[in-house]
Structures are given as structure tokens and as C-alpha cells.
């Protein structure tokens, strides 16, 4: 497995366009978020589910 400590990236515009640069930073930063924050969301409510079938099991309520 290759584990990566610091990662540097470093962009050259041509001319004097940041704002072209920021509003795509801006746009894929987004959409990075937010696929992040689905991920969570769904990891948490598989968790949710997980811990309510072990509730289920603890009680002997598991109809298998």
C-alpha cells in the first residue's frame, strides 16, 4: 500500500484569469463536498440500521 504524507499541486494561468480559476475551484470543491457528505450520511445510516438489527438480535426478535 502506498500512503501519500503531503501532496503539492500548482496551477499556471495564462494571463490574469483567477477568476475563471475560482469559480472552478469553487465548482468541483463542491461537488467534492458534497459527494463526501452523501458518503457520511449513507455510512451513518447503515450504522443506524446495523445497530437497530442487533437491538432485534439482543431481544431474540429475529425471525430468520
Known amino acids: ?3 501519500i504524507h503531503d501532496l ?3 496551477f499556471d494561468v495564462a494571463g490574469d484569469d483567477d477568476a475563471t480559476f475560482s469559480r472552478l475551484f469553487a465548482e468541483y470543491i463542491g461537488r467534492w463536498s458534497q459527494a463526501r457528505d452523501m458518503g457520511q450520511a449513507r455510512r451513518r445510516q447503515m450504522e ?5 438489527g442487533d437491538q432485534e438480535a439482543a431481544a431474540g426478535e429475529v425471525g430468520w
Open 1 to 3: 500500500m502506498l500512503t
Open 8 to 10: 503539492q499541486v500548482h
Open 48 to 52: 443506524r440500521e446495523r445497530s437497530l
